[in-house]
Nanobody, 130 residues
Framework: QVQLVESGGGLVQAGGSLSLSCAASGRTFRFSRYAMGWFRQDPGKEREFVSVIRGSGETAYYADSVRGRFTISRDNAKNTVYLQMSSLKPEDTAVYYC?????????????????????WGQGTQVTVSS
């Protein structure tokens, strides 16, 4: 069993910054072996890919909507993945989820699909006011 717990959400003004964390745990979960992703979802909308980082932390990918503004990172010693968000816009408002990629993905189409992730956190709300 794998548990993912997000934290760091909140209310921020447009142009501001916010940092999210996702702590992973599980008796047999080898955190460094898995890519970890961030998604977000607004009520009534589909879950949207934000970013993913490989297990080594050396490679990361971003959605076009957040590239240049968000930075994903991880600390494998702490079993934690982070999402640093800056220049926030009202359209970034959503519940943000971290998730574990179930199997290796080599294409954007693959790692941006929610169905490729097998464990999810409960989500943390990010609200950006205009």
């Amino acid at each position: 069993q794998v548990q993912l717990v997000e934290s760091g959400g909140g209310l921020v003004q447009a142009g501001g910054s916010l940092s999210l964390s996702c702590a992973a745990s599980g008796r047999t979960f080898r955190f460094s072996r898995y890519a970890m992703g961030w998604f977000r979802q607004d009520p009534g909308k589909e879950r949207e890919f934000v970013s993913v980082i490989r297990g080594s932390g050396e490679t990361a990918y971003y959605a076009d909507s957040v590239r240049g503004r968000f930075t994903i990172s991880r600390d494998n010693a702490k079993n934690t993945v982070y999402l640093q968000m800056s220049s926030l816009k009202p359209e970034d408002t959503a519940v943000y989820y971290c998730a574990r990629e179930s199997d290796y993905c080599s294409s954007y189409e693959c790692f941006s699909a929610p169905g490729r992730y097998d464990y999810w956190g409960q989500g943390t709300q990010v609200t950006v006011s205009s």
